[in-house]
T-cell receptor
Framework: AQTVTQSQPEMSVQEAETVTLSCTYD???????LFWYKQPPSRQMILVIR??????QNATENRFSVNFQKAAKSFSLKISDSQLGDTAMYFCAFPLLSSGSARQLTFGSGTQLTVLP | DAGVIQSPRHEVTEMGQEVTLRCKPI?????LFWYRQTMMRGLELLIY????????DSGMPEDRFSAKMPNASFSTLKIQPSEPRDSAVYFC??????????????FGEGSRLTVL
C-alpha cells in the first residue's frame, strides 16, 4: 500500500510566483518527522526542509515553508518567490519503521516543478 | 566535511558483464542505504546496513544483486550478470543514529548505470 502520496506529477510556476506541492501520508505513529527533498537535473538529492510532527508550528527555511496538517496527514510544501534554480523534482519522504527496527525513508513518486521565466 | 561519495558516476556496460558500484558514507554515520531510481518505479530501497551488518535486503530484486560493507567507510553493490532492465541511477545514502533518530538521509550523487 502506498504510504506517501504525491498526486501532482508535474507543476509549473512563473518566476517570482508562489507554488504549493501537495503530499499525503499514512501512519499510525504519533511522533515522527517528515521531509521534502529536491532533486535538480544534477540528480543530487538535497534536503529542503523537515517537519517534526509534535511541533504545531510549521517549519520554514527561507523561501520554503510547509503546511502541516497532522490530523489530515497532509504535508504540503510552499515555495515563495520562485526562482529558476528551483526547477527540480521534489520528493516528500516519511521514515517508516522497518523490519530491522530502523527507520528507512519512503519516498513519494515526486512532483516535477518547472519555474518559467 | 565530505559528503557521501559514490563511484563511478556513470557506467555503461554490456549485458552479462559484472558491475560494481562503490560508496563511501559520511564519517561517523552508522547506517548505509542503497536505493535504485527508475522512471517506472521511482526510488526503491534495495538494502541497508547498520554498523556494517546488512539488516534488511528485502528490496534486492534478484540473486544477481549483492551488497557488502566490509568496514565503516566502504560499501559495494554488485550486479552479476547485468541485464538491460538494471539500467537505473543507484544512490547510496547514510545517516547516524542521533538521539532523536529523525531518519534524515544524506545522499551521494548517484551512479547512473546503462546496460546495453
Amino acid at each position: 500500500a502506498q504510504t506517501v502520496t504525491q498526486s501532482q506529477p508535474e507543476m509549473s510556476v512563473q518566476e517570482a510566483e508562489t507554488v504549493t506541492l501537495s503530499c499525503t501520508y499514512d501512519t499510525s505513529e504519533n511522533n515522527y518527522y517528515l521531509f521534502w527533498y529536491k532533486q535538480p537535473p544534477s540528480r543530487q538529492m538535497i534536503l529542503v526542509i523537515r517537519q517534526e510532527a509534535y511541533k504545531q508550528q510549521n517549519a520554514t527555511e527561507n523561501r520554503f515553508s510547509v503546511n502541516f496538517q497532522k490530523a489530515a496527514k497532509s504535508f504540503s510544501l510552499k515555495i515563495s518567490d520562485s526562482q529558476l534554480g528551483d526547477t527540480a523534482m521534489y520528493f516528500c519522504a516519511f521514515p517508516l519503521l522497518s523490519s530491522g527496527s530502523a527507520r528507512q525513508l519512503t519516498f513519494g513518486s515526486g512532483t516535477q516543478l518547472t519555474v518559467l521565466p | 566535511d565530505a559528503g557521501v561519495i559514490q563511484s563511478p558516476r556513470h557506467e555503461v556496460t554490456e549485458m552479462g558483464q559484472e558491475v560494481t558500484l562503490r560508496c563511501k558514507p559520511i564519517s561517523g554515520h552508522d547506517y548505509l542505504f542503497w536505493y535504485r531510481q527508475t522512471m517506472m518505479r521511482g526510488l526503491e530501497l534495495l538494502i541497508y546496513f547498520n554498523n556494517n551488518v546488512p539488516i534488511d535486503d528485502s528490496g534486492m530484486p534478484e540473486d544477481r544483486f549483492s551488497a557488502k560493507m566490509p568496514n565503516a567507510s566502504f560499501s559495494t553493490l554488485k550486479i552479476q550478470p547485468s541485464e538491460p532492465r538494471d539500467s537505473a541511477v543507484y544512490f547510496c545514502a547514510s545517516r547516524y543514529t542521533g538521539g532523536v533518530g529523525t531518519g534524515e538521509l544524506f545522499f551521494g550523487e548517484g551512479s547512473r548505470l546503462t546496460v546495453l
